[in-house]
DNA sequence: GCGACAG
DNA sequence: ATCTTGTCGC
């Protein structure tokens, strides 16, 4: 395994993902997200690592869960981790979902009372290369309900940040306002949302597992205090903060 | 060759 | 992802 090329493990890579891209589900399956105000969902989750700087193997995974609709925090886990995969763009699932899917599994076994009834992910879902983004992998790999929310625009399937995509942003007047993301085939991969009067700058949510874009894209709006839904804006913060706890040397070199 | 490249 | 201070506005 060690001996593999990066082609060969790019390789690897995506077959892993064509088969598991079969077993995606792409619509509501819990009755909550049929309510128009989402009655019955109670935990919202939200997954992030964070990096130090120059350092490409040590990172922080983080998992949180908030209570829904106040979005106070319930539970909080971080926990310093070694990354075995590197980054390469369309396959950040295989350097992060590991230490994610084990911070789901620790709140399983000590607290599964608290164990959120979605998860909010840093990343893209099906708005992928192969529609198998990271919050795809952590869905199916988990079996929990996922959103994928990114914060910048991954060019694909024809999508580009074009003139014309720059121009549907300005038209975005309020928050919650949102723009549909259309592959070359036509299969809509995703929404540009305006999460809040005061941003500008739209955030792209997509499918990960067991939710509609319709829903996912309401569920991220009602989870927007700022810009970055409120799950995924903590974990941030948090997993930041423990990293400045525990290596205020790693700011030097 | 040039531009793109979630985190 | 990470590097970083101030600045403008409410």
Redesign the pocket.
């Known amino acids: 395994m060690s001996h593999m090329s990066q082609d060969e493990l790019v390789k690897q890579w995506e077959s892993q993902q064509a088969s598991m891209r079969q077993l995606l589900v792409e619509e509501d399956t819990e009755d909550w997200q049929r309510s128009p105000d989402f009655t019955g969902l109670e935990r919202v989750g939200g997954v ?7 350092d ?1 193997v040590n990172a922080c995974a983080q998992l949180v869960v908030l209570s829904y609709p106040n979005l106070e925090l319930l539970y909080e886990d971080s926990q310093m981790v070694t990354l075995n995969a590197p ?7 295989f ?2 979902t590991p230490y994610l899917l084990e911070a789901l599994q620790r709140l399983e076994k000590t607290q599964p009372n608290l164990l959120p009834q979605v998860v909010l ?5 099906l ?3 192969r529609e ?6 952590l869905g199916v790999l988990s079996g929990l309900p996922c959103v ?9 399937q024809g999508i ?2 074009s003139q014309q995509h720059q121009l549907q942003i300005a038209s975005l007047q309020k928050g919650g306002d949102s723009f549909p993301l259309t592959a070359a085939s036509g299969k809509v991969l995703g929404k540009a949302l305006r999460s809040s009067d005061r941003s500008t700058k739209p955030v ?1 949510v997509s499918v990960g597992h067991r939710i509609s874009l319709e829903t996912a894209l309401r569920l991220t709006h009602t989870c927007c205090r700022y810009r970055v839904p409120e799950p995924i804006r903590q974990a ?1 913060v948090r ?2 903060v423990y ?1 400045r706890l525990h290596f205020p040397a ?2 030097e070199s």
Do not use: T
Not at 121 to 125: E, I, K, P
């Open positions: 992030d690592l964070s990096y130090i700087k120059g490409d980054y390469i763009a369309g396959f950040l699932a350097r992060e992910v840093d990343g893209n879902g708005f992928h290369y198998f983004g990271l919050a795809c992998h994928g929310v990114a914060k910048n625009l991954l060019q694909v580009s940040n792209y941030d997993s930041r990293l790693a700011a």
